[in-house]
Structures are given as structure tokens and as C-alpha cells.
């Protein structure tokens, strides 16, 4: 079931990846996560242009993989620019697209609507898609009046509610939301992620899409879709787009729980990163299932340990 994650154990612990060259040659693509792989907030990760120059270099297919949904393909693609680096726009699979790449691949009616807990990314997305939506940054502002006897209308022809990160995250959303799918019948709980945390700024870490999805969650007792990592749905969207073998992919990421077990659930290889959320005591903690292939400081590793091996 989509949303339904198992956890990979390894009866090893991760190794320190030491061969970078013999990693490279026996896979076709890597998968990034963005942010704490490539950027932390606004900011470069140090030798990620490098890195990325040499694996295409290699003939490897990049592609880039984030579960933040504040922004679109697009717009994603615009900060890639920004921040100097090459990258299409096919090569970006965002949680906001997952979204409405989902609703797609089950043939989610144009006449129903999508009630939207979350940003901007998710609604262009959505009207890229042709799907009519409501609700977004335009309800952040809105305030209950709770007062005797007040109650609250709701669309009844919202067919589904998509649960992102929301800065502008409020009580009228919880409320709408779960109106929604506690009352019209059939109503789909889509998440992009349940992430616990993120980063906004590269100073520290911030509560992440999780804590909106919890609300909805708690307050409707129903288990969300989740489209993001870890879940299979983008993995497996990638390798029939690309037409990829799954045994042919490295999965590199910061997070063991989202990134790691993504490429696990997925039947790729795992190399995470020390570069984001997780450090090495994290990694080695005995209450720690999740094991990847590799490890390293960060991505710049692939280069200088391929430099270094020839």
C-alpha cells in the first residue's frame, strides 16, 4: 500500500564508502536529495558542482529528488540556476509534483477539486495538471470566529486534500481539511512527506511538512498517501519515465528514515551523506534499523575519493 513504509534491516552496519570509482561504475544514475545533500537553505554545499560535472562526465543520468513542496519543477529548476548549477527541469522530481503526478496515475476526476495545505509549489503543480484547487497561501490569513452555534461550510465537491509544508499553516485549514475528508464521501488524505524536520536556513532545523500532516491526521484518525520519500510512488515514476533498473540506482541522501529507506524500499543502493540531518552517532545508535551501502561526509567525497583511487 502506497504510504505503507517497511524498514530495511542490513545484518551489517554501513561501510565508509572508500571506492568511490568502483560505486560509480556499477550504477547508471544517481538519485540527490537537495536540501542538506546539495544546499542547506540558500547556501552551496562546497564541491557539489564539481561532483556533478564529473558524474556526468561519466555518463551518468543525475536526477534530483526533494521532498520539500513549496516550490515546483520550475521553480526548483530556477534555483539550481541561482545557485550555479546545470540542471533541466526533467531532471527535478519534487514532492509538489508527486502530488499531482499521483492524482494522475489514479485518474483523479478534473471535475473534483483539491483542498491545499501547503504552498505554492503544490498549486502549479496542480494547474500544470489541469486539476481545479482552493485553499493554499490564500487561506492563511483566515480566522473561526468561534462563536455560539457557529458552523462552518465547507465545498463539498473537494475530492481530495493535499497535506505539504505550510508556513501560513492555521486553524481554518485544520478545520477545512478535515470537513473534507470526515464528510465528502471519498475524500482522499494525500501527503507530499511526513518529514519532522527541515531546513529553512542553514542556522538550524525547523519543524517540517510532518507537523502539518500530524494535525490533519490526528483530527480526521486516517492514515495519509504519502507521494514523497520514502515512499515507492516516485521511485517507481522515475524508473518507468527513464526506463531505469531499480538495481541500476544510487540513492544519495542526508536522512536515514526518508532518503536511505527510500533507495531500500526502492531496491537501490544507499549512500548517505553527514552533510544534513543526520551525523554519525545517529548512524551507529543501536536503535538506529536503517543501514545504508556507504557513508561519507558528503557528496565531494565521490570526486576526491575517485581522484585519489586513480
Known sequence: MLGSFK????????????????????VETFIFDCDGVIWKGDNLIEGVPETLDMLRSKGKRLVFVTNNSTKSRKQYGKKFETLGLAVNEEEIFASSFAASAYLQSIDFPKDKKVYVIGEDGILKELELAGFQYL??????????????GFYMEHDEN???VVVGFDRY?????VQYGTLCIRENPGCLFIATNRDAVTHLTDAQEWAGGGSMVGAIRGSTQKEPVVVGKPSTFMMDYLSKKFNILKSQICMVGDRLDTDVLFGQNGGCKSLLVLSGVTNLSMLRSPENPIQP??????????LSLTAASV
Open 7 to 26: 524498514f530495511s534491516v542490513k545484518a551489517a552496519s554501513a561501510e565508509p564508502l572508500k571506492d568511490a570509482n568502483e560505486l560509480i561504475n556499477s
Open 135 to 148: 485553499g493554499g497561501p490564500d487561506d492563511g490569513n483566515k480566522k473561526i470566529e468561534l462563536k455560539p
Open 293 to 302: 551501502d556507504f557513508y561519507t561526509s558528503k557528496v565531494s567525497d565521490l
Open 158 to 160: 473537494v475530492g481530495a
Open 169 to 173: 499553516f492555521n486553524y481554518y485549514k
